[in-house]
């Protein structure tokens, strides 16, 4: 599987709207990885990272995100050995949905945590990003590229039901379930700029929930299923959104002159994680559902991004480029003290949660091939998936 990007959102290159984002900051090159350990640890280029990748224009070869190096790529360090696994740790159980990659195809497959089985959903050998599973965990959406048109995809936990949601000449991908199961929305570029579209999970009902000529991406759905956030750079810099499930009653929530990002809701629904520039490097903020209280939750030199909640809501984990690596780090909601739970000297990323707010599988290439490892919030790591030498990335632990 081909992709440029580590951490979870290579979107578009040629930046038509970076001029109106970021004025004087030059387009990367389309065959640049914007979201690799030098970007995310160095910092410098965020904000058009975000800005033009994210809100500007698909080419043809360009792929919505995983985090690290391409199959058959080399990795920015020289592998290492195995790691050591804590024997006298508990283990995990539960499954976790990924995107497992061998002889140049790429599949959805489930990974049982208790047996390290891996069973594919797929079969078809296509590009495939982003599985995302429904809050029932009964199905699994995700994206395929299909000679270079990517559409979304669901299919059934157990591999049957496989059903092609979208069928445009465009990008459309990064699909997010509503909380009832009824719809997914995802960003479409089929209107010449990228929106938001809402799909039936059963096929067919296709309707548009954002109409405007800038870049309006990342859709998330709120726990309640009555909203949806997600980034637009209508009023000039990327900023988040809210607006009815409908696509009515939009909300500006944030309004800074620096670029505000990767909005991630607490299962309470009431509060929404985000990533800010508005302080002069990319740092994880907080701010209630309604836009008040927007509080600074990390203060570092290097770049934080993609915040996710536990699934209590008491702790943050978030992508951190400190120290010239990639690690996720976990810190308390209401903000304190942040600790590093990988600190590797590879690339860790694209993190989901136990169920029971226990561990953290996460992938990495730190051992010279893509990998999901878990750990417990000690950071010992417990099991490596999967064990048979697949490459596997964008792990996803099923409700």
Known sequence: MKWFFAIKRLLPIIALLAAVLLAGCAAPDGQSNPFDGGALAGAAGGQETLVAEELGTPTASEQPATALPPEGGTATLPPTTAPTLDSSAALP?????????????????LIDAANSSVHALTTDGLEKNNPVWSADGGRIAFAANLNGDWDVYVVNADGSGLLRLTDSPSKDWWPSWSPDGQWITFESFRDGNYEIYRVSS???????????????????????????????????????????????????????????????????????????????????????????????LTVSAAREDYPLWSPDDSRLVFLSGEGGQEDIVLIDSAGGEPRNLTNSPGHDGESSWSPDGQFLAFQTNRSGTDQIYIVNLDGEIVLVLPPHGQAAVEPVWRP
Do not use: C, K
Not at 93 to 109: L, P
């Open 93 to 109: 159980g539960g499954s976790i949905a990924g995107i497992i990659q061998q002889g140049g195809t790429s599949e959805v497959a």
């Open 202 to 296: 059963a096929g067919g009902s296709l309707s548009r929930l954002t109409d405007h000529s800038a870049g309006d991406t990342h859709p998330v759905w709120s726990p309640d299923g009555s909203r949806v956030a997600f980034v637009s750079n209508r009023d000039g810099s990327a900023d988040i959104y809210l607006m009815d499930a409908n696509g009515g009653s939009l909300q500006r929530l944030t309004d800074a002159p620096s670029p505000d990002a990767s909005p991630s809701w607490s299962h309470d629904g009431q509060w929404l994680a985000f990533t800010s520039w508005r302080d002069g490097n990319a740092e994880i903020y907080r701010m209630r559902s309604d836009g008040s209280e927007q509080t600074r």
